[in-house]
């Protein structure tokens, strides 16, 4: 209860008694609370670091307690090979389980001590304010190059397996963005760049549907074609029946596809635009991978 009461007065106390608090932009005492949030969030999650090693424990236990049982009941005693791998299974989860739940306190707390300190700290608190802002904008346009690429190979159409390579990675760089940037986002940073490019893949992912439904249906085909061959005369129009059918299916697959993929490359041209015009208002920024 002590340590809740402290996490909430906090960012009161800072804001009233640290020198300089009063020159503080609107923008930084937005981004304070942010963090105050955070901090909050953080202690939730340091109270569930320990589930997972909970559940692990008690399946530890149950084991060890089944196995200890068996072996009793059973006239000559000890363990079978089975029973002794599932113990040591258990023991092998518990450990892990342990490793984790260390890990994740130490990164709670980690956090926690990085915001601590920059709220304590109004030029810091200015600087990683800043800090984020622009690297969220590096880090969108590098998702951007990543949307392009993988446009350029559903562009060429010849390798469905390499735009899912390429769409993973992607995908990849999206979550690590949305986790290490959520309070900018939050508040719409970089908004007329983010929104389009998020577009972007939006349509991109929806295209990858599409394309296996093609690739089945030209299966399909394929499959329906050779049994026609093989046909005998009196089952014949069956099989010819089937075949049409596939190549509807086929053609019906391959119109979406190319009109949602039209669409999908439409809006990447749209983001790459609209990302070339904000550069020549904004600092250059170094795209690294």
């Not at 804001?15 to 009063?22: C, E």
């Not at 984790?100 to 300190?117: F, H, M, P």
């Not at 392009?148 to 390499?162: H, K, W």
Request: aromatic share 4%.
């Amino acid at each position: 209860m002590r340590r809740g009461l402290a996490s909430v007065t906090l960012l009161a106390l800072i804001l009233s008694s640290t020198p300089g608090a009063a020159e503080q932009s609107a923008d930084d005492r937005a981004f304070a609370a942010a963090l105050e949030a955070r901090l909050r969030a953080l202690e939730v999650e340091r109270q569930n670091c320990g589930r997972t090693l909970g559940a692990a424990t008690e399946d530890a236990f149950d084991a060890l307690d089944s196995v200890q049982r068996a072996s009793r009941a059973t006239p000559q005693g000890g363990q079978t090979i089975g029973e002794r791998a599932r113990v040591r299974a258990a023991q092998r989860n518990l450990d892990s389980a342990i490793d984790g739940n260390y890990d994740c306190i130490k990164g709670v707390e980690t956090e926690q001590a990085s915001i601590r300190a920059t709220l304590t700290d109004p030029a810091r608190l200015h600087s990683e304010n800043e800090r984020l802002r622009n690297e969220l904008r590096r880090e969108l346009l590098v998702l951007l190059s990543d949307v392009r690429i993988a446009s350029t190979v559903l562009n060429a159409g010849t390798s469905y397996d390499e735009f899912g390579q390429k769409m993973a990675v992607v995908a990849s760089r999206l979550r690590l963005i949305r986790s290490q940037y959520a309070i900018p986002l939050n508040r719409g940073d970089h908004r007329s760049l983010g929104a389009p490019i998020s577009d972007a893949y939006s349509a991109l992912y929806a295209v990858m549907g599409d394309w296996k439904q093609v690739r089945q249906a030209a299966q399909e085909v394929a499959s329906s074609q050779a049994a026609a061959a093989r046909a005998a005369a009196w089952e014949a129009d069956f099989y010819r029946r089937q075949l049409r059918a596939a190549l509807l299916k086929q053609a019906d697959a391959q119109r979406r596809f190319g009109e949602r993929r039209g669409t999908a490359l439409a809006l990447v041209q749209t983001a790459t635009r609209l990302a070339q015009a904000e550069e020549k208002t904004q600092p250059a920024v170094s795209v690294k991978k």
